[in-house]
């Protein structure tokens, strides 16, 4: 069975990236940031802390994701304040099918869901954007420690 090589959510999500930031020549390694509506800057920075160039996903502008695009990456990060828990795990499942980068669901303690649903479908962590930014940080660091990509 052969699995669809992009992702629509049906016209109302979307894909937008960046320009490269290449440090000198020397290659950084990618995440993938992906959100819907608001993207928060305390992902943004968490991913520069962690040395990650940051490619953003707007899941509200755009129809489809490429996984190429997610083959690239060493790193996604999910900002799933804004989506429902239904979106997350579709989500979640869909990029496992098309790459085994860490996967790291942000979201805030006040929106908690089920968080065991999506850590079933295959992301490998959670992280709280109330937390401090430290916090933040040995987090994922611990998650790509144990993914073997730090």
Same mark, same amino acid.
């Given at each position: 069975m052969e699995h669809r090589r992009t992702l629509s959510f049906r016209g109302y999500f979307a894909c937008d990236s960046q320009s490269?930031?290449?440090? /000198?020549?020397?290659?950084? @390694?990618?995440?993938?940031?992906i959100y819907a509506r608001v993207g928060?800057? *305390?992902?943004? $920075?968490?991913?520069?802390?962690?040395g990650y160039e940051s490619?953003?996903?707007?899941?509200?502008?755009?129809?489809?994701?490429d996984a190429d695009l997610l083959q690239q990456c060493d790193l996604i990060l999910i900002d799933a304040v804004y989506l429902?828990?239904?979106?997350?795990?579709? /989500?979640?499942?869909?990029? @496992?099918?098309?790459?085994?980068?860490?996967?790291?669901?942000?979201?805030? *303690?006040?929106? $908690?869901?089920?968080?065991?649903?999506?850590?079933?479908?295959?992301?490998?962590?959670?992280v709280w954007l109330d937390d401090p930014i430290e916090v933040n940080i040995a987090h994922c660091r611990a998650i790509l420690r144990r993914a073997g990509a730090s």
């Open positions: 490269s930031r290449a440090r /000198l020549h020397l290659p950084r @390694r990618k995440s993938v940031h928060h800057t *305390r992902v943004l $920075r968490l991913a520069e802390a962690l490619i953003d996903i707007d899941l509200t502008c755009c129809d489809t994701i429902t828990e239904a979106m997350q795990q579709y /989500l979640v499942e869909w990029i @496992r099918l098309h790459t085994f980068a860490p996967i790291v669901v942000m979201g805030k *303690r006040s929106y $908690r869901r089920d968080v065991s649903s999506v850590l079933a479908k295959g992301a490998d962590g959670i």
